[in-house]
């Protein structure tokens, strides 16, 4: 079955500790990329990645890292997590990069929550 | 920058009526315009994508307009089931820069038995 996964589905951690949230897609798609999804400010670019060893800022990268060394592979890392950083992350794969002029839709993983106390 | 505004948080209809969902963006304009749901606590699920050079694109019971000099998309479910209950999403391309898509905050719609 062609899908995204994310792990942990739901996470509880202390500021500071460091974590990360592994994604992966069996769809061989080239485009990841991470998103956050707040209440009242819908879902919010942090990372993409054009294929491996290419990854660029979103909207709101601060506080985040990422990094594809595999084609599949697009983990999220928090370095030293914050309260402001709870929230409810996606990740997101599709053929190509979704840009002007291309309409690859976009396949999302089920969803980790995050809270960080 | 790019905005996009979907006319509101939530919508309540009763059951068997035609939901209108609406998307209004500014500053730009998109090639397409996609729609998407989601449910709760999960990742949204593309439902349709509709091109600037198409007034309309049609699946089973739902319907996009894409009008591009008001700036407007319109989401129509027709014959709505409760299990049409979700939060819908309209998402553009980015303009420049980050090869991705911009989503709204969605519109909640509630289908009333």
């Known amino acids: 079955e062609a899908q995204v996964t994310q792990n942990p589905r739901y996470l509880i951690t202390v500021t500071g500790k460091k974590l990360t949230v592994t994604c992966s897609q069996n769809m061989n798609h080239e485009y990841m990329s991470w998103y956050r999804q707040d209440p009242g400010l819908g879902l919010r670019q942090i990372y993409y990645s054009m294929n491996v060893e290419a990854t660029d800022k979103g909207d709101v990268p601060e506080g985040y890292k990422v990094s594809r060394k595999e084609k599949r592979n697009f983990p999220l890392i928090l370095e030293s997590p914050s309260p402001n950083q709870t929230s409810l992350y996606f990740c997101a794969s599709s053929l190509g990069p979704t840009g002007r002029g291309r309409t690859d839709t976009q396949y999302f993983g089920p969803g980790t929550r995050l809270t960080v106390l | 920058s790019q905005k996009i505004e979907q006319n509101s948080e939530a919508l309540n209809i009763q059951e068997g009526k035609t939901a209108t969902l609406t998307c209004n963006y500014t500053?730009?304009?998109?090639?397409?315009l996609q729609w998407y749901r989601q449910d709760p606590g999960r990742g949204p699920v593309f439902l349709l994508l509709?091109?600037?050079?198409?007034k309309e694109k049609r699946k089973e019971r739902l319907k996009v307009t894409f009008d591009t000099t008001l700036k407007q998309s319109l989401f129509h479910i027709t014959a709505s089931q409760p299990a049409d209950s979700a939060t819908y999403l309209c998402?553009?391309?980015?303009?420049?820069?980050?090869?991705?898509?911009?989503f709204g905050t969605g519109t909640r719609l509630t289908v009333i038995p």
């Open positions: 509709i091109r600037e050079n198409e």
């Open positions: 500053n730009y304009s998109p090639a397409y």
């Open positions: 998402a553009l391309p980015f303009q420049t820069g980050a090869n991705n898509l911009f």
